[in-house]
């Protein structure tokens, strides 16, 4: 039986163990990740692990497998050593530690990190992708000294609902007038703004940073419009990037990403896969070749692999395209997509009664995707609507009926 090789041991990672294990694969499995912890979930560390009290009971609850699981699957469980390189040919994979791993089937499975901060003060600035950087953040939330986020997207948003619980006086700049409006649309976005300002958080949208200087308890946000912010911390939430380096000369196609065909079979190698937030693999519904940042598409994408390599599956991987995100009391649902040049129609208006709903058509009027807040009902309705290929007018008015 093959011998199954994962590198990253993360969602994507530890879902591909557990399915290929699940679906009968009786072959050795290698499961190699960079971080010395055991997998965790990364949603709540922008959520609730960020508020919560740090026990080791909170903590746990947030892992995503045991030591014990692992050995009882027959999982080889390496930790603390990163791949540094791939041999396709000899079909090796390279580790930090200097020895290497040869495999019959690889899953590359490594992720993406925190964009880095361009801005360098002495101290101060933060980033948000592990559960260290979570911990050093909840513990700066909890002097309640003033922040600046630097982002507006979701993590950044997220981390902003959770300051201004901590008493901080939060400020949020995104050079995008309306940054969370490329995923949810401008309806929703605006009410988002609003929520977080009724919260007393600030957006200062519409505006970049040029720097950040200084030092923890006394930094400096230079902004272009010439004004500068007085802060204590900031955190830096600038988009994520591929944990790729390590590949580079493996002859498999990078950029933004492993390039994979629609079977998520890595383009340049045989029995090569990637999955989850590194993979790049061409979309059926959008058309486009995608990088999808999202818990469910990576759990999907494991399962999807795990299904294949065990005798399953003869159909191109077709995406979840479900996000989510938390902020304040409200949450907020996509699934599929929001094409710019499309439209929206709004179903439900959020201020009758803190519900609402948009459906998103692309340009020739055929519904891509649905946002909803605080309304899971709605959420499950378009979910299945959708999924039946229903016309956008029929959504719109399911959504109202059930309204
Ligand atoms: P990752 O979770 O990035 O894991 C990759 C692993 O590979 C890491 O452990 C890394 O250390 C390891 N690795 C990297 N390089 C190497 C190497 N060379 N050798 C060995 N190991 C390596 N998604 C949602 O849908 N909803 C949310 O609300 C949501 N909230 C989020 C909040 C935060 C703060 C963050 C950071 C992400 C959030 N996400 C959310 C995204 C979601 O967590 C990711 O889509 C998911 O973690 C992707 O899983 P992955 O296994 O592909 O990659």
Redesign the pocket.
Known sequence: DRHVVV?????????AVEGLRALGHAGHITL????A?L?Y???????DLLKSDWSDDAVAGFRLTSAEALTAAGVELKLG????GLDTVARVVR??DGTSVGYDVLII??????RPSPWRPESGVFQ???LAD?RAIAEQLRTGAPLVVVGGG??GT?IAAAAVGFGCSVTVVDPVAEPMARIVGPDVAGSLVGLHERHGAQARFGVGVTDIRGKLGALEVLLDDGSTIDTAAAVVGIG?IP?I??LEGSGLTLGNGVLTDGMLRAVGADDVFA?????RWPHPGRGVEVR???????SD??RYVATALTGGVSEPYGSTD?????QYDWKVHTIGWRDPNGSSALVRDLARDGKTAVVHSNGAGEPTGVVTVNWVRGLNLARRLLAAGDPAERIVAELEQLA
Do not use: M
Not at 7 to 15: F, I, K
């Open positions: 590198v990253g041991a993360s969602l994507a990672g530890t879902r190699i990740g960079a971080e912890e997998p979930d990364r949603p709540p560390l922008s959520k050593v990163a791949a540094t580790l930090a499975a490594t992720g993406a990190i925190a948000l992708r592990t979570s979701f993590i997220e994520s944990c380096d390590w999955i989850g937030d590194v993979a999808a940042e999202h818990w469910t598409n990576a994408q494991a479900y996000v989510w995100s938390d």
